[in-house]
């Protein structure tokens, strides 16, 4: 049973920063890519960035690009979302999710190709 846990979230002004945590438990954490969404109120869940089991690929969306970096620590089952720079369009719920190597793509965030979603971590950015 795979399991995910979000951390990290909460009030930041704007040109803030904030680290996410996605915890794993339950299963091989070093076999899965680890990606991480986002959904604004009112608005589709979008693919925000994604990292590969070694962290040998990356893929981050156009809209987080020089600001955000994702990472993992295998020993620790985590992987970590740095957000620079925040901006109110920023806000949103974070939520991470497992996908298996063979649908790791490095120019899109497929989300059915995803599972075992973890709960969710509110963001806010706003002065």
């Known amino acids: 049973q795979l399991q995910l846990v979000e951390s990290g979230g909460g009030l930041v002004q704007p040109g803030g920063s904030l680290r996410l945590s996605c915890a794993a438990s339950g299963f091989t954490f070093d076999t899965y890519a680890i990606g991480w969404f986002r959904q604004a109120p009112g608005k589709e869940r979008e693919g925000v960035s994604c990292i590969t089991s070694r962290s040998d690929s990356t893929y981050y969306a156009d809209s987080v690009k020089g600001r955000f970096t994702i990472s993992r620590d295998n020993a620790k089952n985590t992987v970590y979302l740095q957000m620079n720079n925040l901006k109110p369009e920023d806000t949103a719920i974070y939520t991470c999710?497992?996908?298996?190597?063979?649908?790791?793509?490095?120019?899109?965030?497929?989300?059915?190709?995803?599972?075992?979603w973890g709960q969710g971590t509110q963001v806010t950015v706003s002065s």
């Open positions: 999710a497992a996908v298996p190597p063979w649908k790791y793509n490095n120019h899109r965030m497929w989300e059915d190709d995803f599972e075992s």
